[in-house]
């Protein structure tokens, strides 16, 4: 199963005529983990409205202050928590592309959230405070996030005004990428059967040489070009995977901790636990009993 199965948050936000969810959150003194790695169809902007927050996107590890903000394209793994176990408190912003225009085959989607999607543009992640039109943006994200939760068609043409505002600037501050001929797409497509058969055999030993021999390549060239490509090692892309099919297990069955590292591909529950912990940010049977918002 993919991570798409094993990370989804189920919940969607707003309703089929406004889809979009605002979300005011506040966290105590004491407060490690605010959200576990997740990932869900929705774009979301996040405004930091107190303390410091550690936010993850993907590989990629940001430190926002109060003012600061993030935005998580869709389908992108993210987690956060809190800095040093401080209070803390954040605004959220969740809205399907339905929001900005319901036809996905539009010409405006093809010119303005397709190419989102699809990364061939690329808005900023990492929105600092006091830096030009990131201000406006920061702004705009905190004028729509005012608005009572449970009141918002009573708000629809100021939040939909603002949210427009806001991709306009991220739009307008984005970096266009052309991947058709690149060499990373070209990789992509080689690396097809490797990954493949990662997803089919990651619950057995799986070797270096064996991967490589797929293409073939040597060894040290196909590192090379897996971490390219994939911005992970091998051995690392595989000890993912298999804790993603290790949360799926976690969740969906009352199998035994050290039952499902074995299933997962890991021969050492210790070792499992503390990859878990390293990739999650929790232990195995904190994940278990932990629900998802």
């Known amino acids: 199963m993919s991570r798409k199965k094993v990370y989804e948050e189920k919940q969607r936000h707003g309703t089929a005529e406004l889809p979009i969810g605002i979300h005011k959150m506040e966290y105590p003194e004491g407060t490690d983990a605010i959200f576990y790695l997740h990932w869900h169809q929705e774009f979301e902007f996040l405004v930091v409205t107190n303390g410091n927050i550690i936010f993850n996107i993907e590989d990629r590890e940001y430190k926002l202050h109060t003012g600061d903000g993030v935005f998580i394209n869709s389908n992108f793994l993210h987690s956060a928590r809190a800095e040093g176990y401080h209070a803390c408190s954040f605004m959220a912003l969740d809205f399907s592309y339905q929001f900005l225009h319901e036809d996905i085959h539009s010409s405006f989607a093809k010119r303005f959230i397709t190419p989102v999607l699809n990364g061939k543009i690329l808005f900023r992640e990492f929105l600092e405070q ?3 039109w990131q201000d406006i943006v920061l702004s705009m994200l905190l004028e729509a996030g005012a608005c009572p939760g449970h009141e918002l068609y009573n708000y629809e043409l100021m939040i939909r005004s603002r949210i ?3 991709w306009d600037l991220m739009n307008s501050n984005s970096v266009r990428v052309k991947r058709e001929d690149s060499l990373e797409t070209r990789y992509s497509e080689r690396l097809a059967p490797v990954i493949k058969y990662i997803k089919k055999n990651y619950a057995y030993d799986i070797t270096l040489s064996e991967l490589a021999g797929l293409l073939p ?3 040290g060239q196909f590192s090379r070009v897996f971490k390219q490509t994939m ?4 051995v690392q892309y595989l000890m993912r995977y298999r804790i993603l099919q290790s949360c799926q297990l976690l969740r969906d069955t009352d199998k035994k901790i ?3 590292a074995n299933l997962s591909g890991f021969n050492n529950i210790s070792y499992f636990n503390r990859v878990f912990l390293q990739t999650i940010g929790c232990t195995p049977k ?3 009993a932990m629900k998802l918002e």
Do not use: T
Not at 231 to 234: A, C, M, Q, T
């Open 231 to 234: 911005k992970l090692s091998p």
């Open 217 to 219: 390549m040597s060894e």
């Open 164 to 166: 427009f505002g806001v």
């Open 258 to 260: 050290g039952e499902v």
């Open 130 to 132: 006091g830096n030009g």
């Open 286 to 288: 904190e994940y278990r």
